[in-house]
């Protein structure tokens, strides 16, 4: 017999509720999708740099999750099976787009388009430093390439360990170590001066 | 120079708070020295603090609605029979259905081309036409085609000329001799068949 949602509050970790869904729990899943929707969104939207975009991949990934439940043990930790899932599907709708960029021709600059700072956008009526400074951050982290984006986004911003980070895109953990460094200074070079007066 | 390389690697980890406590030490000694390894350290730290307080975004309210409709559609469409078969996806769906064509196409080409070649008294490989025509028609034979003939549509005089001793109204093959060798203008056609019509 499924328990009620409200049954599944914080103290029910993420492999006991995969485990449940895996026995036919529907509001197992239904608890698994409140708790991670906006983490997953939130990695896939700072990789991808579009909210649609991101919000189509997260809804793939719970779908993923759904057909394939039984195919996750409990040897990994239910984290990092859903976080490479969303991961491959970004890295999958990343390619896709550069294909379509490749092919349409007047679909070049719209992602320079999208991120450009115009004179009005300065203005303090309308944005404030913050957004400004977001927009800017978030303009150069889509300037990375994936490999430096993905690992900077799981590390500096999902705040996961390098250990997980280095599950979740299947690279030695050395190798991720020295990708965040990487993209840690590529990024404080280019954001020198905003870092400054953001200090 | 070299040195600032080997300490710039090391700037990750110090901005992490994750150095040894020696190479902690060794490069505190060094940034106090550097200016730009000092800046880049700086940086690196204002950048991971920036990364961390970057705002979240959230899923749209019907997220979820979405995503239940979209599992639904889903198990539908793997549960739906066609046929008595379990459901094939769209694409493969597409795929077998234009082999399908495609086979029952080949098919129906062979069919025909082996049908024809039984029918036929000629060699394969020869056109052989129907044409209508009408009683006391002067028979073609010009033409290099071999015509089928009903002897209801040839006049009773010609038929000697098809081998027809008795009345009856099966098909015979005819031929017309070659346009090239033959000025002549009587009407004449020349049987193909040495055997006479049986009825």
Same mark, same amino acid.
Not at chain 1, 3 to 12: A, R, Y
């Given at each position: 017999m499924p328990e009620p949602l !409200? +049954?599944?509050? +914080?103290? /029910?970790s993420d492999e006991d509720l995969i485990e449940k869904f895996q026995r036919g729990d529907l509001y197992a899943y239904d608890a698994i999708v409140k708790r991670y929707k906006d983490q997953l969104l939130n990695f896939v939207f700072r990789f991808l740099g579009n909210q649609e975009e991101a919000e189509d991949v997260v809804q793939e990934t719970f779908l993923r999750v759904y057909r394939k439940r039984h195919a996750y043990q409990r040897v990994a930790k239910f984290s990092t099976w859903i976080y490479t899932i969303a991961g491959n599907l970004a890295r999958t709708e990343l390619r896709r787009r550069n294909r379509r960029r490749f092919f349409s021709l007047s679909s070049l600059g719209v992602e320079d388009k999208e991120y450009e700072i115009s004179d009005e956008m300065l203005s303090p009526e309308r944005h404030t430093n913050t957004v400004l400074s977001e927009e800017i951050i978030q303009k150069e982290i889509n300037r990375l390439s994936p490999k430096f984006r993905e690992v900077i986004i799981l590390r500096? /911003? !999902?705040?996961?360990?390098y250990e997980e980070v280095s599950k979740i895109i299947r690279v030695p953990i050395g190798t991720v170590k020295s990708r965040v460094n990487r993209a840690r200074l590529r990024l404080q070079g280019r954001l020198k001066h905003l870092l400054e007066k953001n200090k | 120079m070299k040195n600032c390389e080997r300490f710039t690697e090391l700037l990750s980890d110090y901005a992490d708070n994750t150095l040894a406590p020696s190479a902690k030490r060794e490069l505190d000694g060094h940034l106090q020295e550097c200016p730009e390894c000092h800046s880049a350290a700086d940086g690196v730290i204002n950048l991971r603090h920036n990364l961390r307080r970057l705002s979240t975004i959230q899923t749209s309210p019907d997220f979820e609605t979405i995503l239940r409709t979209r599992i639904k559609l889903d198990r539908r469409a793997h549960v739906a029979p066609i046929w008595g078969m379990p459901f094939v996806f769209p694409r493969r769906l597409a795929t077998y259905s234009a082999t399908a064509a495609l086979a029952a196409l080949c098919f129906f080409y062979l069919w025909q081309r082996l049908s024809a070649n039984a029918l036929s008294?000629? @060699? %394969?490989g020869i056109a052989v036409s129907q044409m209508q025509i009408t009683p006391n028609q002067i028979l @073609?034979?010009?033409? @290099?085609a071999k015509i089928l003939y009903t002897l209801d549509q040839v006049t009773p005089q010609l038929w000697p000329n098809f081998g027809v001793t008795r009345k009856g109204t099966e098909r015979l093959a005819s031929t017309a001799t070659d346009s090239a060798n033959t %000025?002549?203008?009587t009407p004449s056609a020349r049987v193909v068949s040495p055997r006479p019509v049986t009825f």
């Amino acid at each position: 017999m499924p328990e009620p949602l !409200q +049954k599944f509050d +914080k103290s /029910i970790s993420d492999e006991d509720l995969i485990e449940k869904f895996q026995r036919g729990d529907l509001y197992a899943y239904d608890a698994i999708v409140k708790r991670y929707k906006d983490q997953l969104l939130n990695f896939v939207f700072r990789f991808l740099g579009n909210q649609e975009e991101a919000e189509d991949v997260v809804q793939e990934t719970f779908l993923r999750v759904y057909r394939k439940r039984h195919a996750y043990q409990r040897v990994a930790k239910f984290s990092t099976w859903i976080y490479t899932i969303a991961g491959n599907l970004a890295r999958t709708e990343l390619r896709r787009r550069n294909r379509r960029r490749f092919f349409s021709l007047s679909s070049l600059g719209v992602e320079d388009k999208e991120y450009e700072i115009s004179d009005e956008m300065l203005s303090p009526e309308r944005h404030t430093n913050t957004v400004l400074s977001e927009e800017i951050i978030q303009k150069e982290i889509n300037r990375l390439s994936p490999k430096f984006r993905e690992v900077i986004i799981l590390r500096d /911003i !999902q705040e996961l360990s390098y250990e997980e980070v280095s599950k979740i895109i299947r690279v030695p953990i050395g190798t991720v170590k020295s990708r965040v460094n990487r993209a840690r200074l590529r990024l404080q070079g280019r954001l020198k001066h905003l870092l400054e007066k953001n200090k | 120079m070299k040195n600032c390389e080997r300490f710039t690697e090391l700037l990750s980890d110090y901005a992490d708070n994750t150095l040894a406590p020696s190479a902690k030490r060794e490069l505190d000694g060094h940034l106090q020295e550097c200016p730009e390894c000092h800046s880049a350290a700086d940086g690196v730290i204002n950048l991971r603090h920036n990364l961390r307080r970057l705002s979240t975004i959230q899923t749209s309210p019907d997220f979820e609605t979405i995503l239940r409709t979209r599992i639904k559609l889903d198990r539908r469409a793997h549960v739906a029979p066609i046929w008595g078969m379990p459901f094939v996806f769209p694409r493969r769906l597409a795929t077998y259905s234009a082999t399908a064509a495609l086979a029952a196409l080949c098919f129906f080409y062979l069919w025909q081309r082996l049908s024809a070649n039984a029918l036929s008294p000629f @060699p %394969a490989g020869i056109a052989v036409s129907q044409m209508q025509i009408t009683p006391n028609q002067i028979l @073609p034979e010009v033409s @290099p085609a071999k015509i089928l003939y009903t002897l209801d549509q040839v006049t009773p005089q010609l038929w000697p000329n098809f081998g027809v001793t008795r009345k009856g109204t099966e098909r015979l093959a005819s031929t017309a001799t070659d346009s090239a060798n033959t %000025a002549d203008s009587t009407p004449s056609a020349r049987v193909v068949s040495p055997r006479p019509v049986t009825f």
